[in-house]
């Protein structure tokens, strides 16, 4: 796949690819407000995370560069009681400088076309809205890809001095939403 005019590689993560990956979030979790960690965790507890992702059956997704990580994104279960288990959100986040480039909508691709063939049924989003305008670029990319905006949780979060409200958006994975499941389905 192209993203101006240079190959991106979107691939498994790798235990390789972790100080990256690190260095990444590291970024949005000091300066931006895409996630409401105050501390950035250590590449070591990145790789703790990575690991709980996959051993769910959940994919973690980098996407490569000219030559560097471009970005990574992953899926993981939505919450932790039995009756959510054909739920789960993803996250994606994009080294700096490579907004625009389409990279963001190459690795929502891959991540949805992985979790399309797996048991799961809803996929969610839990996107930052800092004001009025809310988070535009990300926003934009879920509803390109059928995510429907499913409510607003007003000041859940507070982080570089102020509050921050979240949107939630949703879109449905194979079958059809409220489709029965199959007797003796999981």
Request: charged fraction near 20%.
């Amino acid at each position: 796949m192209q993203a101006a005019d240079a190959p991106v590689i979107v691939r498994d993560a790798t235990d390789a690819d972790l100080p990256a990956i690190q260095a990444i979030y590291a970024h949005y979790v000091l300066h931006e407000l895409a996630t409401f960690e105050l501390e950035p965790p250590s590449a070591a507890d990145m790789a703790a995370r990575r690991s709980a992702v996959l051993q769910a059956g959940l994919p973690w997704l980098v996407a490569e560069h000219a030559g560097a990580l471009a970005g990574y994104c992953y899926a993981t279960p939505y919450r932790p009681r039995p009756a959510y288990r054909h739920t789960i959100e993803e996250s994606v986040y994009l080294a700096r400088g490579s907004g625009g480039l389409g990279i963001g909508s190459l690795l929502m691709q891959a991540l949805l076309e992985r979790c399309e063939r797996g048991p799961w049924r809803q996929m969610l989003a839990v996107i930052a809205m800092p004001d009025e305008t809310g988070n535009a670029a990300s926003m934009a990319l879920h509803r390109k890809f059928g995510f429907e905006r499913a409510g607003v949780l007003k000041h859940v979060g507070y982080k570089h001095g102020r509050w921050i409200d979240t949107v939630l958006m949703q879109r449905p994975l194979g079958l059809e939403p409220g489709a029965a499941m199959a007797p003796g389905a999981a």
